[in-house]
């Protein structure tokens, strides 16, 4: 009797032939845009839907190419939000756009990675685990992997959620998915030239899945790190976070440790707290706000500007990050302004921000971010506490030329 996963395998193997014929008998894939140079150095995203924390990363590596002198393109699927208008240099974006469904996506990626190969032109870096799965179903060109987020960190479960019991049939598909997608997982990332992360935790949980040990190049802020000793007023205590209002961000655990401290009596300076950010859950915390007594000390920005950010920023106190995430960028941009920080261990970023006192590090769920953040607000007040020199903290800049180096481009 074979082993299961012995069945899975040899399963997997029927399943990848037979899906390369017919999806090569069935589906027009597009002819790599002629936009790509045999030169350019390529970044590939497999989709652009929002101007956010990643897309700002890959700005970031073509800013530095560009002051390099090196020719490079961003490439894609499909590009909604018009990525090139984001950047003070002209960035050339190519749309690969195939049909919207995967099988299209997989062999237009295919294709076009064995087309830069066939012109000699250097190898291209994929960004995204996405992109490891689809080079893993097709791809036999050379690639480089730059993955941010694992599935364990993009398949986010809010605490208390009872687990949904399906019927049979779709549990068993879930399975078979789910083993057809680790695998592809595992063949794209063994199959990459140079496999690049954010966090040893990443790189750790990256090798005992897919048994492939990836660089750790840790992620720089946006901007510089303030010179002097920021100019705040000394009361209230001004509290800020910056997220899309959506469960994975746990904005609700700020609110609850707030009331607690509110409820514990003790004598705290009077603070206020600035949410800037839009999302499904907004109503649903503002009602949360007003039934734990908060209301009149929180205020919901909703969507911000960059200067009305910038503005949020210089009056800000103390950061406020409780999302469990691969590396939580906000928090060294935080630092660089000199605020207290107070992050959840759950965070990739805490790696490089312990034994300072400008972090205050929550562990233990909803009751540790209650403690930790006492604790920012007993430090904040210290005579001193904001002309103390800041920790060692990773730039942009340096990422950008460390990646560079590494990829050998």
Not at 206 to 224: C, N, P, S, T, W
Request: hydrophobic content about 45%; glycine content about 8%.
């Amino acid at each position: 009797m074979p082993s299961r996963m012995w069945t899975v395998t040899r399963c997997w193997d029927g399943w990848r032939m037979s899906w390369r014929r017919r999806s090569m008998e069935s589906q027009s894939v597009p002819p790599v845009p002629e936009q790509l140079l045999p030169g350019d150095l390529v970044v590939f995203q497999p989709e652009f839907v929002e101007f956010g924390g990643e897309e700002r990363v890959i700005l970031s590596l073509c800013r530095e190419l560009h002051a390099q002198g090196k020719p490079h393109a961003v490439l894609c699927y499909w590009d909604s939000i018009g990525l090139a208008k984001y950047a003070e240099w002209p960035l050339k974006v190519v749309e690969l756009g195939p049909k919207r469904n995967p099988v299209s996506k997989v062999l237009s990626l295919r294709r076009c990675l064995q087309d830069i190969a066939n012109l000699g032109g250097p190898v291209p870096v994929l960004f995204n685990i996405q992109s490891a799965y689809h080079a893993g179903l097709g791809a036999h060109a050379p690639y480089h992997l730059r993955i941010p987020d694992t599935y364990s960190l993009l398949s986010f479960v809010p605490e208390g959620t009872a687990p949904v019991q399906a019927p049979l049939a779709t549990r068993i598909k879930s399975v078979v998915s789910s083993a057809i997608c680790h695998m592809a997982t595992r063949r794209g990332i063994q199959n990459a030239v140079h496999l690049v992360t954010n966090t040893a935790a990443l790189r750790d949980e990256m090798h005992q899945l897919y048994d492939r040990k990836a660089e750790v190049i840790y992620l720089g802020g946006f901007g510089m790190p303030m010179v002097g000793t920021p100019q705040r007023v000394e009361a209230p205590i001004e509290l800020l976070t910056v997220s899309r209002l959506q469960s994975s961000k746990r904005i609700d655990w700020i609110l609850q440790a707030l009331a607690d401290i509110q409820k514990s009596g003790a004598d705290y300076a009077p603070w206020r707290l600035h949410i800037a950010g839009s999302g499904p859950d907004a109503a649903a915390l503002k009602a949360l706000s007003d039934s734990l007594g908060l209301g009149a000390q929180v205020v919901f920005h909703g969507f911000v500007s960059d200067e009305q950010l910038r503005a949020l920023y210089a009056r800000a106190h103390v950061f406020l990050m409780p999302a469990k995430q691969g590396y939580g960028l906000p928090a060294i941009e935080a630092l660089y302004q000199k605020m207290g920080l107070v992050v959840s261990d759950e965070s990739g970023v805490v790696e490089i921000l312990d034994n300072t006192s400008w972090v205050a590090i929550a562990r233990g769920g909803k009751a540790g971010f209650s403690k930790a953040l006492g604790d920012m607000l007993g430090r904040v007040t210290q005579p001193g506490f904001f002309e103390r020199a800041l920790p060692d903290l990773p730039m942009e800049k340096t990422w950008a030329i460390k990646l560079i180096q590494h990829l050998q481009w």
